[in-house]
T-cell receptor, first 114, second 113 residues
Framework: AQSVTQPDIHITVSEGASLELRCNYSYGATPYLFWYVQSPGQGLQLLLKYFSGDTLVQGIKGFEAEFKRSQSSFNLRKPSVHWSDAAEYFCAVEGDGNNRKLIWGLGTSLAVNP | GAGVSQTPSNKVTEKGKYVELRCDPI?????LYWYRQSLGQGPEFLIY????????DSGLPNDRFFAVRPEGSVSTLKIQRTERGDSAVYLCASSLTVGNEQFFGPGTRLTVL
């Protein structure tokens, strides 16, 4: 069965510092991988996705993620964090079968210090 | 164009009551998903519609939960005899068709007292 692990429940960084949020997945075939952001009172917003091709994926808001099959990882990065990036971040993998449901990690809560 | 909308945004009910949660998908989107997000957890799949039919309801926790999408657009998630454990944020997402990007609504926060 597919699964997603986000090892870090909570991360705090200073504004302007770099960021890396970890995501590991379990999936038998080539996965479709996603990162979503959830701000308080807001819906989940897609940051970026990986389907195939280039393993370094660029997303919105200056985020990028790198797919590493050998490590079963899809870590999210940003070179310089802004205070507005404080939010909950979720990694997800698209499941098997026809419904393409998303299977989610538990999320990483990001706090940004001024 | 409008995104996915969900009503109500908040619902407080008493244990044992019946509730209905509504989802308005993006116009033209044929696929519709319901997820449930408990506090401190990631979303959990409940049910998926392709058009009017429930193509996969394997995530519904028990027979107290039911969802419909009679005209292939708006969907209603129905919960009978609510329990305190049903308290969560219920998320709806739609996509143009299965396999396309899922767009999420803001969710309905259900609190069962």
């Amino acid at each position: 069965a597919q699964s997603v692990t986000q090892p870090d429940i909570h991360i705090t960084v200073s504004e302007g510092a770099s960021l890396e949020l970890r995501c590991n997945y379990s999936y038998g075939a080539t996965p479709y991988l996603f990162w979503y952001v959830q701000s308080p009172g807001q819906g989940l917003q897609l940051l970026l996705k990986y389907f195939s091709g280039d393993t370094l994926v660029q997303g919105i808001k200056g985020f990028e993620a790198e797919f590493k099959r050998s490590q079963s990882s899809f870590n999210l990065r940003k070179p310089s964090v802004h205070w507005s990036d404080a939010a909950e971040y979720f990694c997800a993998v698209e499941g098997d079968g026809n419904n393409r449901k998303l299977i989610w990690g538990l999320g990483t809560s990001l706090a940004v210090n001024p | 164009g409008a995104g996915v909308s969900q009503t109500p945004s908040n619902k407080v009910t008493e244990k044992g009551k019946y509730v209905e949660l509504r989802c308005d998908p993006i116009s033209g989107h044929t696929a519709l998903y319901w997820y449930r997000q408990s506090l401190g957890q990631g979303p959990e799949f409940l049910i998926y519609f392709q058009g009017t039919g429930a193509a996969d309801d394997s995530g519904l926790p028990n027979d107290r939960f039911f969802a419909v999408r009679p005209e292939g657009s708006v969907s209603t998630l129905k919960i009978q005899r609510t329990e305190r454990g049903d308290s969560a944020v219920y998320l709806c997402a739609s996509s143009l068709t299965v396999g396309n990007e899922q767009f999420f609504g803001p969710g309905t926060r259900l609190t069962v007292l």
